[in-house]
C-alpha cells in the first residue's frame, strides 16, 4: 500500500511539473502584463545622448503620442526591427524617442550612423538604470505613451509590420477617434 502512494504521489508529480513546463515553454514572452499599462510613464532622468544634458523623459510627452524604443547597438533583434522604427518614424506623426540601453556612445552612434536615426530624442543608459525603472529585461522593448504620459501598450521585442497592424494601431485608432 505504501508503494502505491509513493508510486502515486511521484505520477502526480511529474504530470504537474510536466505542465508547467509545456505551459511555460509555450507562452508568449511578449504578452506579459506590463505594471505601468495605463499609469503614467515612470518619472525618468536620463542624459541626453549627445549633449549629456539631463532629460526628465516625462517633460517629452506633452502634446505629443510617442513611442519610447529601448535598443542597444549589441542587440541583433535591434538591428532586425531597425527599419520598421525607421519607417514609423516617417510615415506617421509620433514623437520618436529612444533609449540606448547598456551600450557606449560610440558603438550607439556608429549603429545610428550606419542604420539611420529615426529618434527625435535619445537617452543614454549604459548603466541600464532607466531600464531597470522601466521593467525592461531584454531589447528591444517598445512603449506607447499618449500626450498626457499614460503607457498605453508594451511591446517586448521585434517590431514588424505585423506586430504595428495587430497591436500598436489599435490603440493608434482608439486616440484618434
Not at 515612470?42 to 506633452?62: C, H, M, N, R, W
Not at 514623437?95 to 560610440?106: L, P, V
Not at 498605453?152 to 517590431?159: C, P, S, T, V
Amino acid at each position: 500500500m505504501k508503494k502505491i502512494f509513493i508510486l502515486l504521489i511521484a505520477s502526480i508529480t511529474l504530470v504537474a511539473l510536466f505542465a508547467v513546463f509545456y505551459f511555460s515553454l509555450n507562452s508568449d514572452s511578449e504578452e506579459l502584463p506590463s505594471p505601468f499599462l495605463g499609469k503614467m510613464f515612470p518619472s525618468i532622468q536620463g542624459k541626453d545622448f549627445y549633449t549629456d544634458e539631463t532629460i526628465e523623459v516625462s517633460d517629452l510627452f506633452a502634446s505629443n503620442i510617442t513611442l519610447v524604443n529601448v535598443w542597444a547597438s549589441w542587440c541583433t533583434t535591434c538591428r532586425k526591427e531597425h527599419q520598421m522604427i525607421m519607417n514609423i518614424a516617417e510615415n506617421t506623426d509620433i514623437q520618436m524617442i529612444g533609449i540606448d540601453y547598456k551600450d557606449t556612445r560610440e558603438n550607439g552612434a556608429k549603429y545610428l550612423e550606419i542604420m539611420g536615426n529615426p529618434f527625435d530624442e535619445i537617452i543614454f543608459d549604459p548603466s541600464g538604470k532607466i531600464g531597470m525603472d522601466l521593467g525592461v529585461y531584454a531589447t528591444p522593448e517598445t512603449f506607447l505613451v499618449n500626450e498626457k504620459g499614460v503607457i498605453l501598450y508594451k511591446h517586448i521585442g521585434e517590431i514588424d509590420q505585423n506586430v504595428w497592424d495587430e497591436k500598436f494601431a489599435i490603440h493608434l485608432k482608439s486616440i484618434e477617434s
